[in-house]
């Protein structure tokens, strides 16, 4: 069965770092475009960064500069390195597989349980 498990979620300060990890099991996530949203509380989701297959990455302007998505094809592994962390980014993060046979991300229907980030003093 596959499935992704996302970690790397916490409590940090504003100006703070996290490195948030998807693992893929049951499947090489290589072959596919990944992508990373952010549900903040009460409101709804949204497309945070996108790595296609060929390592071509895209952000929403909010985290552009800030965040860096990329991934481990050895590991399996989608990484979210999120640098000067603000409370507008406190959010459930999940991570996404793309639909498969499209090199660019598309949002697919496996998604992973959600790790917690709160930016907070």
């Known amino acids: 069965q596959v499935q992704l498990v996302e970690s790397g979620g916490d409590l940090v300060q504003p100006g703070g770092s996290l490195r948030l990890s998807c693992a893929a099991s049951?499947?090489?996530?290589?072959?596919?475009?990944m992508a990373w949203w952010r549900q903040p509380p009460g409101k709804q989701r949204e497309l945070v960064a996108s790595i296609s297959k060929g390592g071509i990455t895209d952000y929403t302007d909010s985290v552009k500069g800030r965040f860096t998505i990329s991934r481990d094809s050895a590991k399996n592994t989608v990484y979210l390195q999120m640098n000067s962390l603000i409370p507008e980014d406190t959010a459930l993060y999940y991570c996404?597989?793309?639909?498969?046979?499209?090199?660019?991300?598309?949002?697919?229907?496996?998604w992973g349980q959600g790790t917690q980030v709160t930016v907070s003093s």
């Open positions: 996404n597989r793309g639909l498969p046979f499209y090199s660019t991300y598309r949002q697919g229907n496996l």
């Open positions: 049951g499947s090489a996530s290589s072959l596919y475009a």
